[in-house]
C-alpha cells in the first residue's frame, strides 16, 4: 500500500499539472478547441507506437524480476533488464524513424489532415527514449520501489507543462497546427531529460550481483533464450495495450473522416471548414479524455503494484495472500471510481466551465464517458491480476473484441448527423463492458475472490449517489449567492467530503482494511474515539 500511495500520488500530480497545461493552451488567442484536436490527434497516433515498446514493458520486466529476486537469483534479475533494455532500445529506435519519415503518409491517409504530420515529426524522436525508460522503470518496479516511476513521472510532466505553455505562447499568431507542433515538441525534451535521470540513479541503485555466487539455470541460458522468455511475456501484454490504446486511436481516426462525412452536406465552404469540424469535435473529446484520465492514472497505482506483489506470492505458492490483495484492489478501484464517475455526471457542465472558460463545450459527452471510465478502471485492477498469474493473452482478447465492436458502432454512430460525437462515448461504454465482463470471467475461474455484492457493489453505488444528489443541489444553492467557478470549487469539496463520511457510516472497509492504508491505524484510532 505505501507503493500505491507513492504511484498515486504521483498520478494525481501528473495529471493536475496535464490538466494546468491543457487548460491554459486550449485558452490561448488562436488554439481552442481546433489546436487541441491538432495536439491530440497527432499525440494518439505517437501513443500507439508508443504502446508497441513501452505501454505494458513495466509490468513484464517487473514480474521477471521481482520473481527472480524471490528466490535470491540476483544475477538472473540483472540479466533480464540488460537484455531487456537491448531489445527494447532496437525496437524503439526503428518505431522512432518509422514515425519521422511517415508521417505525411499517416496524417494524409489515414486522418485525412496532412497538417497533422508537423506534430507527429517532433514527438517521434521521444519514443526510443520512452522505450527504453520503460525498463529502467520495470526494473525497480520489480524491487518494490516505486521512486524513480514515481520521480521521472512528476518531472517530466512538470517540465512539459511548463514547455508546453512557454512554446504555444511563443508561437501566438501561427497556426493552429503549428502551435500544436510547438506544444508536443516539449513532450520530447521533457523525456530526454527524465532518461538522464534514469541513468543516474540506476548507477547508485542497481541490485548487487555475487560473483562467487554458484551458476545458476539462469546463467546457462543463452541471450536468445532469454529474448524468447521476454517476448513470450511482453507481447500479449504489448498486444493488450495496444488495443486499448487503438480504442483512442479509433476515435482519432473515425471522428475526424466521419464528422466530415456526417456534415459534408451541412456546410458551406468545402473540404478545409470540415477539417476545422473535426478537430474541434476531436478537441471536445481529447478535453473530456483529459478529466476522465485523471481517476483512471489514479487507479492505475493499484494494478501498477499489484503485478509485483500478485508475482511474488504466486513464486512463494502464497496463494491466499495474493486473493487477499487482489480482492482488496478490486474494493479500492470501486470506491475511487464511483465517486469520480458521478461527480462528472452531476456537475459535467460547471467542470468543463470551470476548467475550459474559453472552449466549455462537451458536457453530455463528459456524462457519457464518466460511465465507461468506471469499467476501465475496474478492467485495469483485474488484468494487472492476470498478468500477475500468467495470463496475459486474456486482456488481450477480451480488449479486441472490445476494439472491433467500438469500431463498427463509431462508423455508423458519428457519421450519423444527428449523434456526430456523442457516437464515441457511446461506442466506449459498450467496448469497455464487454472486456470487464471477459476479464473478470476468466480471472475469477483462477483465483478465488472475496467479492460480496453488498459490502462491493451496493454501499459504494448507495454512499456515490448521496454524495451526487447532495452535489448537485449544493451547487443549485450556492450559484444563486455567488460566482459559478466558488459554486462549483465547494461544491466539489463538498462532494468529497460527503462520500468519505458515507463509506465510514455505510462501514465499506473492514478493521483490517483501513490497517492496510497508509497511516490506517492513525485512522482507526480516531474512529473508536469518536465512536466511544
Known sequence: MKNVLLLMVSEIVVKVLGLVYRLVITNIEGFGDAGLGYYSSGYQIYALLLTLC???????????????????????????????LKLFTGIGLF?????????????????????????????????????????????????????????????????????????????????????????????????????????????????????????????????????????????????????????????????????????????????????????????????????????????????????????????????????KRLSFSILASIIIIIPCAIGYICLSDQILNLIYPNAPDGGIVLKLSSISMIFVALSQTINGGLYGINKPLIPAISLAIGAVIKLILNLVLVSNSNINILGAPISSIICQIIAFIICYKALTKKVKLNIRP??????????????????????????????????????????????????FILKILTKDEILMVPFGSKLLSKLKLNNE
Open 54 to 84: 513501452s505501454i505494458g514493458i513495466p509490468s513484464v520486466i517487473s514480474k521477471l524480476v521481482s520473481e527472480r529476486l524471490a528466490v535470491g537469483n540476483n544475477y538472473g534479475a540483472q540479466r533480464i533488464f540488460k537484455t531487456a
Open 95 to 323: 518505431l522512432s524513424l518509422g514515425l519521422f519519415f511517415g508521417a505525411d503518409l499517416i496524417a494524409t491517409k489515414i486522418l485525412n489532415v496532412p497538417d497533422v504530420a508537423y506534430v507527429l515529426r517532433v514527438l517521434a524522436p521521444a519514443i526510443v527514449f520512452v522505450a527504453m525508460s520503460a525498463v529502467f522503470r520495470g526494473y525497480f518496479s520489480g524491487q518494490q520501489n516505486m521512486k524513480p516511476t514515481s520521480v521521472t513521472q512528476i518531472l517530466e510532466q512538470f517540465l512539459n507543462c511548463v514547455l508546453t505553455i512557454l512554446f504555444v505562447y511563443a508561437l501566438v499568431g501561427k497556426e493552429p497546427y503549428i502551435m500544436a507542433a510547438g506544444g508536443n515538441l516539449s513532450t520530447t525534451l521533457s523525456i530526454i531529460i527524465t532518461f538522464l535521470y534514469l541513468i543516474t540513479y540506476y548507477k547508485k541503485n542497481k541490485i548487487e550481483v555475487d560473483k562467487e555466487q554458484d551458476i545458476s539455470e539462469e546463467e546457462k541460458r543463452t541471450n536468445r533464450e532469454l529474448v524468447k522468455t521476454i517476448l513470450a511475456l511482453s507481447i500479449p501484454v504489448t498486444i493488450g495495450s495496444v488495443i486499448s490504446v487503438i480504442s483512442s486511436v479509433i476515435d482519432t481516426a473515425t471522428v475526424s473522416n466521419c464528422i466530415q462525412q456526417a456534415f459534408a452536406g451541412l456546410v458551406t465552404g468545402g473540404k478545409e471548414v470540415l477539417e476545422q469540424i473535426a478537430m474541434e469535435k476531436t478537441g471536445i473529446l481529447s478535453k473530456v479524455d483529459n478529466l476522465t484520465n485523471l481517476p483512471i492514472a489514479i487507479n492505475l497505482a493499484f494494478s501498477t503494484a499489484l503485478v509485483p506483489a500478485i508475482s511474488e506470492s504466486i513464486a512463494k505458492k502464497e496463494y491466499t495472500v495474493a486473493s
Open 454 to 503: 453488498v459490502r462491493y457493489i451496493v454501499k459504494p453505488l448507495l454512499a456515490g449517489i448521496i454524495m451526487g444528489v447532495s452535489v448537485y443541489f449544493i451547487n443549485m444553492g450556492l450559484s444563486m449567492i455567488m460566482s459559478a467557478t466558488i459554486s462549483t470549487l465547494v461544491s466539489i469539496l463538498s462532494g468529497a467530503i460527503i462520500y468519505v463520511a458515507m463509506i
